[in-house]
């Protein structure tokens, strides 16, 4: 499992935050890894002993070794949507509200109870795989392909080609 926290002055709920490190790290069948934000990594101190920070490892990397990843609304978790993980939005840490929740594009965790939940169950875990296919469909064609129909390459073509309706007045 991975974590992917957002910045922490971005209006997050750090405390809350630590405290969720602390409650995930009773999941022993879990190897969790933290990797800080890259502009901001400190704010970790006396973290449990089976979660490990992970400053020095490429992000990419982490995500290709991950199965499940937690965030609340961190750009780089575009990268978990674009490769098939779990994606598991802990929005209750997070105090706007992201795109990744208004679009409903992973499984969406409002406390520590819900978290703990999809953690304890095949059932709910399934659920969230289910959701986060989804969700890849939603946040490709909503957010990285800016939501304009035909994809970045056809519309990339249409530009070059000068078919992009500039001529029309």
Known sequence: MLVLPSHRKGNAFWDEYLRTLDFIA????????????????????????????????????????????????????????????????????????????????SYLCRSRDDLMKVLLSEREMQKAKMVSANGRDLVLRNVIEGGQGSDVVDRYLEFCEGDNGASQT
């Open 26 to 105: 009773q999941f022993e069948d879990y190897d969790i890894l933290v990797k800080p934000h890259t502009r901001y990594g400190d704010g970790y101190n006396n973290l449990p002993k089976n979660i490990r920070m992970m400053h020095d490892i490429n992000t990419s990397q982490l995500i290709d070794w991950s199965e499940i990843i937690l965030f609340w609304s961190s750009s780089v978790t575009l990268e978990g949507f674009q490769k098939g993980k779990t994606m598991i939005n802990l929005d209750y840490l997070n105090g706007n509200h992201s795109l990744f929740t208004l679009l409903a594009a």
